[in-house]
């Protein structure tokens, strides 16, 4: 069996040119490689497939196997971890771990990505806190990969002098990144927001975990729009995972996420590993030649709508909890939630 | 109409002997003609009123609540206002059906929000099946003379004790698959004396799980429903794969059913859908028990015994029921350990 070092030399030559190889065999070669140097995820993979024949029997993981202390997911030993990424938690939740021994697949394929897929290149600044602020954000990270300049001091506020100098400043366009809450609080500010120079971007990401906030996409992006002056088709959405090493993307208002020839997804019905039939909704899987260090499949808690090899993210109710009876009364209330009717 | 009539003409909709349904009355009121004429009282006499009208908000999962809250509401002589969800209550609306013209003029009923919205203003009592988070924010749109009943987030569970006849586990599969789990009624988990292996069990009452999912299947689960019962099973499926201390049986290629065994005894909150926990029964069960005792509703127990229950009742259930009929409550029952028509009545003394 190759090594870690010979197999992620394959994997960033397939990232860089997908001609030089074949995602299937790389992918199989990747799963045997972690499950021979990762007892959990060999425990958990063999219960369901001993020996994928394709890529599509690798079982997925979920992403609660990276929660566990005891049972890391790595294909390396523990002494070799160079980098983590925790999940976002909310109080009293175990935040998951995601380990590298480096992190030379992991920008590769942002950097890769960003090329293939002609997103703008353009100066990037970051609703977020610095790398060096927040080191175990793998978001942040990635915007940093990017070249992104932070706007958001150690702690936590937007310095808001400072993203008006930087605006002002410009004399092209910018792209302006950050979770779709920053925004939010950005516009809820009461301060004066300048708009963006002509021609610039705005990538939005993350949702509105924890906050309780929920407001559908066109609403949002009319507001990114009125606040900032940029046109929603320059408004783009960024999917991905701590868990994960690559990113899916989708532009204004199209529903389809793209990813890049390095990544492939499976959207699967619930209680089952198979996929579901095309254009119908379904948990979304993902499999990422990036993530060699942990699992190159990983199984996510979003519906998606499966669309021939794509999908589109449905996302979830990230407030839905098993209620007993309150389905009438919450239905009642709905109304009064920022967002709704 | 009077309490007997009104008492009649409920028991042919519902099935309940009108005696039972005046026993209710009397037990609740003190004496079954109370909302109809002075009665003595000590050295007074006194008559009830019923407070009027109720607003229930009810739930779609748990009809026979549903059934039961405007059942209480009508055998007091109240106006009825229900909300029911938007997808309506097929049951509730056969209910109303079966009624005489007398008591449907007690009834309005209605899916729009606004109009439920509009009618809690007017309520002079309030009758919720919500989440903790819903029934505080109605709480807080209510005026201080407004009654309010709270059916707030309950879970149960189920305890056995011995099983010398073999059938506690077709008892808990009735309990989990009635209602497809949902409510409050159903056990989230089920507690086994060590003695009667408790891992064993758990096979046993997969067993059953899957005897009687062939025969109900489960009707109507929400996508939201089968990912988290999705997102749990293969949480458990890695940790069964990596830890002899949990077991886990699924039905095949579905979210019908779930049975996780965990050696671990403290409670574990299932997503319902027929997903429950199979668990050693510990020596000191209310420690067990970690979340906030005011959200236990029922032990089913098996066997059940008044004296076991006597014990049972210190972990903070308000009732203690047979394995069975954890989701067929009597109509006696104290729901969420109150008086079920007390509440809903005024009184006016003389003498």
Redesign the interface.
């Known amino acids: 069996m190759n090594t870690y070092t010979q197999i992620e030399s394959q994997n960033l030559s397939f990232i860089d040119n997908g001609k030089s190889g074949n995602f299937e065999e790389l992918i199989i070669q990747a799963h045997l490689f972690q499950k021979e140097n990762c007892?959990?995820l060999r425990?958990?993979c063999?219960?369901?497939c001993k020996e994928p024949q394709s890529w599509q029997d690798i079982p997925p993981?979920?992403t609660?196997?990276f929660k566990n202390s005891n049972?890391q997911i790595t294909s390396f030993s523990e002494k070799q971890i160079s980098s983590t990424f925790l999940t976002s938690g909310t109080t009293g939740d175990m935040r998951g771990s995601h380990h590298f021994c480096n992190l030379k697949l992991y920008e590769k394929s942002i950097r890769s990505a960003w090329t293939n897929l002609q997103l703008p290149n353009l100066p990037v600044i970051c609703l977020t806190q610095s790398p060096i602020a927040s080191p175990d954000s793998s978001l942040i990270h990635m915007f940093a990969t990017l070249g992104g300049k932070f706007l958001i001091n150690s702690s936590g506020h937007l310095d808001h002098s400072k993203l008006k100098l930087v605006i002002r400043k410009s004399h092209q366009p910018l792209i302006l990144v950050g979770t779709a809450l920053a925004f939010l609080h950005l516009f809820e500010s009461g301060k004066d927001v300048p708009k963006l120079p002509e021609n610039s971007w705005i990538i939005e990401t993350g949702g509105y975990k924890g906050s309780g906030r929920e407001i559908n996409k066109k609403d949002f992006y009319t507001m990114i729009n009125e606040n900032l002056n940029v046109p929603i088709n320059n408004i783009i959405n960024e999917y991905s995972m701590t868990e994960l090493s690559s990113q899916f993307y989708s532009i204004g208002m199209h529903d389809i996420h793209k990813g890049c020839h390095w990544v492939r997804t499976r959207v699967l019905?619930?209680?089952?590993h198979?996929e579901v039939p095309d254009q119908e909704?379904g948990?979304l899987s993902i499999y990422d030649l990036a993530n060699l260090g942990s699992s190159i499949s990983i199984?996510t808690?979003d519906?998606a709508k499966r669309k021939g090899n794509a999908f589109e993210l449905l996302g979830?109710?990230e407030k839905?909890?098993?209620?007993?009876?309150?389905?009438?009364?919450?239905?009642?209330?709905?109304?009064?939630k920022y967002g709704h009717e | 109409m009077d309490t007997n009539k009104r008492a009649t003409a409920l028991s042919k909709a519902i099935g309940i002997e009108t005696e039972t349904l005046l026993e209710l009355v009397a037990k609740e009121l003190g004496h079954q003609d109370s909302l109809d004429r002075f009665i003595s009282y000590g050295d007074i006499y006194t008559r009830a009123h019923p407070i009027s009208p109720i607003l229930h908000?009810?739930?779609?999962?748990?009809p026979a609540?549903a059934i039961q809250t405007l059942t209480r509401g009508l055998l007091i002589g109240a106006f009825n206002q229900i909300?029911?969800?938007?997808k309506g209550i097929q049951e509730v609306e056969d209910f109303v059906e079966k009624l005489p013209s007398e008591l449907k003029s007690l009834i309005e009923i209605t899916r729009s929000?606004q109009t439920?919205?509009d009618w809690l203003n007017s309520a002079k009592a309030v009758i919720?099946?919500?989440?903790d988070e819903?029934?505080m924010?109605?709480e807080s749109k209510l005026f201080p003379n407004q009654i309010f009943i709270p059916?707030n987030?309950?879970?149960s569970i189920a305890v056995i004790d011995s099983d010398k006849n073999q059938e506690a586990a077709k008892l808990a599969a009735l309990d989990i698959t009635k209602y497809d789990q949902?409510?409050?009624l159903s056990p989230h988990d089920v507690y086994v004396h060590p003695k009667e292996q408790p891992r064993s069990f758990a096979a046993k009452l997969a067993d059953a799980l899957s005897e009687l999912n062939s025969e109900y299947p489960p009707m109507g689960r929400t996508?939201?429903e089968?990912?988290?019962?999705?997102?749990l099973?293969?949480?458990y499926?890695?940790r069964?794969?990596?830890d002899t201390s949990v077991q886990l049986w699924?039905?095949d290629?579905?979210?019908?059913w779930t049975v996780v065994y965990e050696d671990e005894a403290q409670f574990a909150?299932?997503?319902?859908g027929r997903f429950v926990f199979v668990k050693p029964l510990p020596e000191s069960l209310g420690d067990a028990l970690n979340f906030n005792k005011e959200h236990l509703s029922t032990i089913a127990l098996y066997p059940f015994s008044i004296q076991r229950a006597e014990t049972l009742s210190l972990c903070g259930a308000t009732r203690i029921c047979p394995l069975g009929s954890a989701q067929d409550p009597s109509i006696f029952w104290h729901h969420d350990g109150l008086q079920t028509l007390a509440p809903l009545v005024n009184w006016t003394d003389a003498g």
């Open positions: 007892q959990p425990n958990y063999e219960s369901i993981l979920p609660k196997a049972e019905k619930p209680g089952s198979e909704i948990l199984m808690n519906l979830r109710d839905s909890t098993p209620r007993g009876c309150s389905r009438a009364a919450d239905e009642m209330l709905s109304k009064n | 908000i009810v739930s779609g999962n748990t609540a909300k029911l969800p938007s929000r439920s919205t919720v099946f919500g989440s819903t029934v924010e109605i059916h987030h309950k879970v949902q409510g409050c996508m939201e089968n990912i988290r019962i999705d997102d099973r293969r949480s499926s890695f069964s794969s990596n699924e039905s290629s579905n979210t019908d909150a299932s997503p319902l």
